[in-house]
């Protein structure tokens, strides 16, 4: 199972928006912060990348933000494919990395393997070995 790669801060909020627009029954007034703005999810890598509500003079929307770049939607749709894109695009690199790890790491067990396959070999010969000197010492001492 994958891990979701974005942090959800109020689940009834995101729930909300998801699935219709926000009315006076929801009492959200006391959330907005200073900046009218209600953080509703950010991403996991650490690239301050959020989506959140806010109020415009034109009412509710939603504000896609990531580092110095913002951009303002009236519905969810359009702000959560935005979310979504630049999600893909933080992780990306953090995917590859993943992967270049995860296939040196096979690599390695596959050596690793290997080398516990020849040593096992050894192993057999030195024992085949040390079973011959030890039949030709008792063969040696019965002839005395």
């Known amino acids: 199972m994958q891990k979701n ?9 995101f729930e909300i928006a998801q699935s219709r627009a926000f009315t006076e029954k929801d009492n959200i007034e006391e959330r ?9 999810v950010s991403d996991r890598a650490g690239a301050d990348l959020t989506l959140s509500l806010v109020k415009t003079e034109d009412g509710l929307a939603y504000l896609v ?3 110095d770049s913002e951009e303002i939607y009236k519905g969810w749709n ?6 979504v894109w630049c999600l893909g695009v933080v992780n990306k690199p953090i995917e590859e990395a993943a992967k270049k790890a995860a296939e040196e790491a096979a690599a390695r067990r596959a050596e690793e393997a290997a080398l516990a396959a020849e040593n096992a070999e050894a192993d057999e010969v030195t024992e085949d070995d040390a079973v011959e000197e030890i039949v030709a ?5 019965l002839e005395k």
Do not use: Q
């Open 78 to 83: 359009m702000a959560w494919e935005e979310f």
């Open 5 to 13: 790669k974005y942090r959800i801060h109020s689940n009834a909020l």
């Open 65 to 67: 933000k990531w580092d």
């Open 32 to 40: 907005f912060d200073e900046d009218g703005k209600i953080k509703l």
């Open 137 to 141: 010492v008792v063969a040696e001492e």
